[in-house]
Nanobody, 127 residues
Framework: QVALVESGGGLVQTGISLRLSCAAS????????MGWFRQAPGKEREFVAA????????YYLDSLKGRFTISRDNAKNTVYLQMNSPKPEDTAVYYC????????????????????WGQGTQVTVSS
């Protein structure tokens, strides 16, 4: 099992950068990737970004490229999500996830099967 703990959420004004952190513990040696998802009120959870643990390849929701950046610290088993120029539409609960398996590449998806999830951290962007 892998346990994930997010931090860094909160209330920010439009344009003020925010960084989320997610620390993994447990069977971290089994991880192949970590990522972030988000769920806004009344909407389905959507993929935000992911990083391949083997080669640091990154994947993003197309609409967030250039504003959000995912990074990792292998030594700390921690992944970060830098949110620049946040907008009110970025308001959501952000979930950290870890993948222990890869899957076949399919257009529009990432090649990881996320099996472990954090509790989520609320991000509210005010206008």
């Amino acid at each position: 099992q892998v346990a994930l703990v997010e931090s860094g959420g909160g209330l920010v004004q439009t344009g003020i950068s925010l960084r989320l952190s997610c620390a993994a513990s447990g069977r971290t040696f089994s991880m192949v990737a970590m990522g972030w998802f988000r769920q806004a009120p009344g909407k389905e959870r959507e993929f935000v970004a992911a990083v391949d643990w083997s080669d640091s390849s990154t994947y993003y929701l197309d609409s967030l490229k250039g504003r959000f950046t995912i990074s990792r610290d292998n030594a700390k088993n921690t992944v970060y999500l830098q949110m620049n120029s946040p907008k009110p539409e970025d308001t959501a609960v952000y979930y950290c996830a870890a993948a222990a398996r890869r899957r076949a590449v399919v257009a529009g998806t990432v090649p990881f099967k996320f099996d472990y999830w954090g509790q989520g951290t609320q991000v509210t962007v005010s206008s």
